[in-house]
Nanobody, 125 residues
Framework: EVQLQASGGGLVQAGGSLRLPCVASGFTFADYTIGWFRQAPGKEREGISCISSSDGSTYYADSVKGRFTISSDNAKNTVYLQMNSLKPEDTAVYYC??????????????????WGQGTQVTVSS
């Protein structure tokens, strides 16, 4: 059974940092992409970053580029989202997901077929 567990959320002041781990288990896909998404109240789910297992390539949404960094630790089956210079508009529930059959690296939620439970990030002004 494919499982993804995101954690590390919390309350932080604007300008602060958080690191969110996503622990993945139960799959042996030959090639996959792990993505991070977020959803704020009343807004659509937004893809913010992803990383490819094949070559480690990464992609970021413009809203987080230069502030967030995605990385992976294959030995721990964990993908991290390091979030720096946090802003109140980063407040959302953050999710990780896996695209088990990627044709290309993408932040489109529709291509991700397994999702973890979210973790709440709240940034105070």
């Amino acid at each position: 059974e494919v499982q993804l567990q995101a954690s590390g959320g919390g309350l932080v002041q604007a300008g602060g940092s958080l690191r969110l781990p996503c622990v993945a288990s139960g799959f042996t896909f030959a090639d996959y992409t792990i993505g991070w998404f977020r959803q704020a109240p009343g807004k659509e789910r937004e893809g913010i970053s992803c990383i490819s297992s094949s070559d480690g390539s990464t992609y970021y949404a413009d809203s987080v580029k230069g502030r967030f960094t995605i990385s992976s630790d294959n030995a721990k089956n964990t993908v991290y989202l390091q979030m720096n210079s946090l802003k109140p508009e980063d407040t959302a529930v953050y999710y990780c997901a896996v695209d088990s059959n990627p044709n290309f690296i993408s932040l489109a939620a529709v291509v991700y077929d397994y999702w973890g439970q979210g973790t709440q990030v709240t940034v105070s002004s």
